[in-house]
């Protein structure tokens, strides 16, 4: 039994992918978003990392991986060698050609400094491109090698399931507060000028109780369901248009550009030719 | 039917696996392996409400640290119950300007990257304010707040974006406070609860010593 389901799943893997579109898109997609969240930033770049950046520096052990992650925390005078570098890197691994896995590598590792440096300016979707970043370093869709074919599978198990698990613990860390399960969540995040609009303050949506709490629990269901109802066919397409409306949501409602992008860009990576 | 086709399916698929180069073999091992370790072991770091034992914790925190590092928990477990803005004022020319709005003051409008900057700033301050601001004798005690990480950084964050982007010195003092706007309980409407806590000013000889 053993001896054929590992047959079973070694012959797979060694399968060209059945969604080579949707892989070839999902890569593009994961490094521009690292172009664009880098140019969103051009303004305020020199603020952020520069030698004269509002953050307050602080330190992490000694160890050589957290001093490679840290290179630009310690040293700001070297942010235009890892700025511009990690804008053009970025654009290059869009690209599919030999060696681009290089500029990938280069990509995600500058994105890690990137990140340490001006942790306040991101939240938790630069650490899922992160991930996701280092998933596709060596994807490439066009291979004829079985060996090439054998990276893109498991580029594509690693990447479904990452987004899986940031759906499933997303929803747990709710479960574990009060306001998730008293389904006031939505209110409150609505009422917050931060997360909200001027518009929708004043539409009186936030005192529409049964919405406010249907909304509130439809959230919760779907990113605690995410994991299992993704993977049942009749029900993948119907899971992704709740879940692009979702974050098309939160990107004009609540201004999270960044995060609303990177969820869809992962949303790619679940299409599948009929 | 389906029965059948699966055993065909697997007949061929133990074909091929007989047929298949030790290379692939082995690079299937070691990719599905690593795989397999690495998404446990991230996951285990992601889920710092697992009781686990400490050995565990410490594998996961020293293969998920720096690099592969995550945190699931925005907007969890709770949503802030109220609205924050960081003000501040500093101390010239013998008189305390008009409080101001840091972001704004700066020239960045409420949608700008920097006010989500210093809302993220401002959340860790606000925790702190939560956790250790008290009242003894009916006086404020600051101490334990202003020794924080959290407070210096936001002390920090308002010195060096005024001085980067205004055309005025800070002076001899700059002083921090932060706006507070509490968010209505559903259902219960009440005109809005404000408050502001202002934090002992700042002296910038003692920074320029230091």
């Known amino acids: ?274 | 039917m389906i029965g059948e086709r699966y055993l065909k399916d697997l007949r061929l698929c133990l074909w091929c696996y007989k047929k298949m180069k030790p290379l692939h073999k082995i690079l299937i091992a070691v990719l599905s392996s690593w795989l397999v370790i690495h998404l446990a072991l991230t996951t285990i770091y992601a889920t710092d409400f697992l009781v686990l034992p400490r050995p565990v914790r410490a594998v996961s925190q020293g293969y998920t640290v720096p690099f592969f590092h995550q945190s699931w928990t925005m907007f969890a477990p709770e949503v802030p119950e109220y609205d924050s803005q960081m003000m501040y004022r500093y101390y010239a020319s013998n008189k305390w300007s008009d409080w101001l709005d840091v972001s704004e003051a700066n020239g960045f409008h409420k949608r700008h990257r920097m006010e989500y900057v210093e809302q993220n700033i401002l959340s860790g301050l606000s925790r702190q304010i939560a956790d250790n601001f008290y009242y003894k004798d009916e006086k404020p005690v600051f101490d334990d707040v202003m020794r924080s990480f959290d407070y210096n950084k936001s002390l920090y964050y308002v010195i060096l974006l005024h001085q980067s982007r205004s055309q005025t010195s800070l002076g001899d003092s700059v002083q921090i406070a932060v706006n507070f706007t509490f968010t209505n309980v559903p259902g219960v409407m009440t005109s809005e609860r404000t408050g502001r806590l202002e934090f002992p000013p700042y002296s910038m000889q003692t920074a320029s010593k230091q």
């Open chain 1, 1 to 274: 039994m053993i001896e054929k389901s590992l047959s079973y799943y070694t012959s797979w893997l060694q399968n060209p992918v059945d969604r080579w579109g949707a892989l070839r898109f999902f890569s593009i997609g994961v490094y521009l978003w690292f172009f664009f969240s880098a140019i969103a930033v051009w303004d305020i770049r020199e603020l952020l990392w520069g030698p004269g950046s509002i953050f307050m520096r602080f330190s992490g052990d000694s160890s050589p991986s957290t001093n490679i992650a840290y290179a630009l925390v310690y040293r700001l005078s070297i942010f235009p060698f890892v700025y511009y570098p990690h804008l053009i890197f970025a654009l290059l691994s869009a690209f599919q050609f030999k060696g681009v896995f290089i500029f990938r590598f280069l990509t995600w590792l500058s994105g890690v400094l990137l990140f340490y440096a001006g942790v306040n300016a991101f939240n938790s979707s630069y650490l899922l491109m992160l991930l996701l970043a280092f998933y596709c370093i060596p994807v490439n869709t066009s291979t004829p090698n079985i060996s090439g074919h054998i990276f893109n599978r498991i580029a594509v198990i690693a990447a479904t399931v990452q987004i899986c698990i940031v759906y499933f613990l997303s929803g747990l860390y709710k479960l574990s507060g009060e306001m998730w399960v008293n389904g006031d969540a939505i209110y409150y995040t609505l009422e917050m000028e931060r997360f909200s609009r001027e518009w929708v303050k004043n539409s009186g949506i936030t005192s529409l109780s049964f919405l406010m709490k249907g909304a509130n629990y439809l959230i919760l269901a779907y990113q605690l369901l995410f994991p299992i109802i993704i993977w049942i066919k009749k029900w993948r397409i119907p899971v992704l248009i709740v879940g692009t409306a979702f974050h098309l949501i939160t990107m004009l409602v609540m201004n999270l550009w960044d995060f609303g992008f990177a969820m869809l860009i992962g949303y790619i990576i679940f299409f599948r030719k009929k």
